[in-house]
């Protein structure tokens, strides 16, 4: 019934379109997903998670998850960041990896709703640690699309690998596109 809804609010009322998949046998994985703009990516990632039926997840600061908030964060997927014991984040979040059956860790490499001019590396570092692909994920407004790409294994190459992901997002367009890291077709 929720599948249902969320088809009918996303395809019918918004009228965006999912194009592509993520293989259900890629339990874990780090969704690189570009633009993020606005607000409103929070909600595309909702309506996306639930009409491919795919867990999906992310991770905050351990505050976040205690009362009277924590089960609601826990229930929309995420996951506790626990940075103690001297864990830099990239060993924080393998760590997640390592404990859980299904992990889809979305983040935005941008590390911000604002302009940047570079991507942060701290994803790709993620996948390497935790031995799981990319997959890139773009939020296109200019077409109104969610575009599912295909995994990519990181190796260890980064400056090539993430030349690869980017591939993926060249003219897509966030919500508010002067503040989007915008690759265009060379």
Avoid at 19 to 36: A, E
Wanted: hydrophobic share 40%.
């Amino acid at each position: 019934m929720k599948k249902q809804l969320y088809k009918w609010i996303f395809f019918k009322l918004m009228g965006w379109k999912i194009v592509g998949t993520i293989d259900t046998d890629i339990k874990k994985c780090v969704l690189m997903v570009l633009p993020h703009t606005s607000a409103h990516d929070f909600y595309l990632g909702i309506f996306t998670r639930g009409i491919t039926e795919l867990e999906m997840n992310f991770v905050g600061k351990k505050e976040l998850f205690r009362f009277p908030l924590g089960w609601y964060f826990r229930y929309m997927g995420g996951e506790p960041l626990d940075r103690s014991g001297g864990l830099n984040k990239v060993d924080s979040i393998a760590a997640i990896f390592k404990r859980k059956e299904v992990f889809r860790l979305a983040v935005a490499p941008e590390g911000t709703r604002n302009k940047v001019t570079e991507l942060k590396t701290g994803f790709y570092y993620i996948a390497l640690k935790a031995n799981v692909p990319i997959v890139p994920v773009a939020f296109d407004f200019g077409k109104k699309e969610v575009n599912l790409g295909k995994p990519v294994f990181p190796t260890g190459d980064i400056e090539a690998e993430i030349e690869i992901l980017k591939k993926h997002f060249i003219g897509v367009k966030g919500k508010i596109p002067k503040n989007g890291y915008i690759l265009e077709q060379s």
